[in-house]
């Protein structure tokens, strides 16, 4: 099956999953098992939705009211919502009864300021922005976007990927959903440096400013001091440039690290030791990256492997899964299915650690 098709057949299944533990009510008994101590929960942009009949990124944002329910919901499901460093102490030491959610914020997009900020505030909730040094600067390239633009903006495309020619046609909303999905897996699966030639080509094809794309969408230095000086943020580092770290040769990877967190803690004028892994998927962050943060130092790294947390993880910290609030799945009753762990335990296998 090819990525794209596993990609639509998994959300497909997760349908059929959620509508089958909420007929059945098996979450609910699974809880026990499946919860494990808590959650890292992982949010992208949280803005107003646009409208946009074609949004292939809309699983990486969520509304204001959105996040609202959400923090409402995990306080109603008897989650306490802790800030980072508090919940790693209660994996190392798990004595508390109540479950416990941290809450995640990746990328350092502008509209977390505008419109996440107040809400955590009103309501009290600590969190962490994981901030892309390059973003902040206006230089690294959000390529993800980039592609989408080129798909809305071109009504056909012709691509050599890996050595073949492909054509694609963009015409219709559903070509356009087609095509970038397509393009996406056919992209993500190449060489990192490869992929982001090839996005530059169709992004110059579509007029896309690249630079006041990322300006535009990221904050600049003085909107991150101005959150980190809230008692409520942790800033935590998520590379120089955005890239797949297991793409890359292992210097590169380390100087990603070290690089982007010194320039944070410059910046910030105290330690920063926790990291995000940039896409953060099984093919771009690996056993090889673990083990670097660990030596680098970082007292945690999270992942985008879905799952819960278990006292196990207190032994793999640099490789710690995250529950992504999904912007296709806006509904509470979806994230109350969520935060039992039992999608996780099927998903995963019946395994509660996935660190290989
Ligand atoms: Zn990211």
């Given at each position: 099956?090819?990525?794209?098709?596993?990609?639509?057949?998994?959300?497909?299944?997760?349908?059929?999953?959620?509508?089958?533990?909420?007929?059945?009510?098996?979450?609910?008994?699974?809880?026990?098992?499946?919860?494990?101590?808590?959650?890292?929960?992982?949010?992208?942009?949280?803005?107003?939705?646009?409208?946009?009949?074609?949004?292939?990124?809309?699983?990486?944002?969520?509304?204001?009211?959105?996040?609202?329910?959400?923090?409402?919901?995990?306080?109603?499901?008897?989650?306490?919502?802790?800030?980072?460093?508090?919940?790693?102490?209660?994996?190392?030491?798990?004595?508390?009864?109540?479950?416990?959610?941290?809450?995640?914020?990746?990328?350092?997009?502008?509209?977390?300021?505008?419109?996440?900020?107040?809400?955590?505030?009103?309501?009290?909730?600590?969190f962490t922005l994981y901030i892309?040094?390059?973003?902040?600067?206006?230089?690294?390239?959000?390529?993800?976007?980039?592609?989408?633009?080129?798909?809305?903006?071109?009504?056909h495309i012709e691509l050599a990927?890996?050595?073949?020619?492909?054509?694609?046609?963009?015409?219709?909303?559903?070509?356009?959903?087609?095509?970038?999905?397509?393009?996406?897996?056919?992209?993500?699966?190449?060489?990192?440096?490869?992929?982001?030639?090839?996005?530059?080509?169709?992004?110059?094809?579509?007029?896309?400013?690249?630079?006041?794309?990322?300006?535009?969408?990221?904050?600049?230095?003085?909107?991150?001091?101005?959150?980190?000086?809230?008692?409520?943020?942790?800033?935590?580092?998520?590379?120089?440039?955005?890239?797949?770290?297991?793409?890359?040769?292992?210097?590169?990877?380390?100087?990603?690290?070290?690089?982007?967190?010194?320039?944070?803690?410059?910046?910030?004028?105290?330690?920063?030791?926790?990291?995000?892994?940039?896409?953060?998927?099984?093919?771009?962050?690996?056993?090889?990256?673990?083990?670097?943060?660990?030596?680098?130092?970082?007292?945690?790294?999270?992942?985008?492997?879905?799952?819960?947390?278990?006292?196990?993880?207190?032994?793999?910290?640099?490789?710690?899964?995250?529950?992504?609030v999904n912007g296709n799945w806006?509904?509470?009753?979806?994230?109350?299915?969520?935060?039992?762990?039992?999608?996780?335990?099927?998903?995963?296998?019946?395994?509660?650690?996935?660190?290989?």
């Open positions: 099956m090819s990525s794209a098709r596993a990609a639509a057949f998994k959300q497909q299944m997760i349908g059929a999953g959620f509508s089958l533990f909420r007929a059945t009510g098996a979450h609910r008994l699974a809880a026990r098992m499946t919860r494990g101590l808590g959650a890292i929960l992982m949010f992208h942009h949280v803005r107003p939705w646009n409208g946009n009949a074609f949004a292939p990124n809309r699983l990486l944002e969520i509304t204001p009211e959105y996040l609202s329910e959400v923090i409402d919901t995990l306080r109603s499901e008897g989650f306490e919502i802790v800030s980072l460093d508090e919940g790693l102490a209660r994996l190392a030491n798990p004595s508390h009864a109540a479950p416990f959610a941290v809450m995640t914020f990746d990328d350092g997009y502008r509209d977390n300021l505008q419109y996440a900020w107040p809400v955590l505030g009103a309501k009290n909730v600590p892309t040094t390059g973003f902040a600067e206006g230089v690294a390239r959000l390529w993800w976007l980039e592609l989408e633009l080129a798909v809305r903006y071109l009504p990927i890996g050595g073949k020619n492909h054509v694609f046609d963009c015409r219709t909303l559903e070509e356009k959903a087609e095509s970038f999905n397509r393009l996406y897996w056919l992209l993500r699966v190449q060489p990192e440096e490869e992929m982001l030639i090839a996005i530059e080509y169709l992004a110059q094809k579509a007029d896309i400013d690249q630079r006041a794309l990322t300006q535009s969408l990221c904050m600049n230095w003085d909107e991150i001091l101005q959150m980190a000086a809230d008692p409520l943020c942790t800033i935590g580092v998520h590379t120089l440039t955005h890239s797949m770290l297991a793409h890359r040769r292992i210097d590169f990877a380390r100087h990603e690290l070290f690089e982007s967190r010194r320039i944070i803690e410059s910046k910030l004028g105290k330690p920063a030791t926790h990291l995000a892994w940039p896409v953060g998927d099984p093919a771009s962050a690996g056993v090889r990256e673990f083990k670097l943060a660990a030596d680098l130092g970082f007292a945690s790294a999270v992942t985008t492997r879905p799952g819960m947390l278990f006292p196990d993880h207190a032994q793999h910290l640099t490789a710690l899964p995250r529950l992504s806006q509904d509470r009753r979806y994230l109350e299915v969520l935060l039992t762990g039992a999608p996780f335990a099927v998903w995963n296998k019946g395994r509660r650690v996935n660190v290989g």
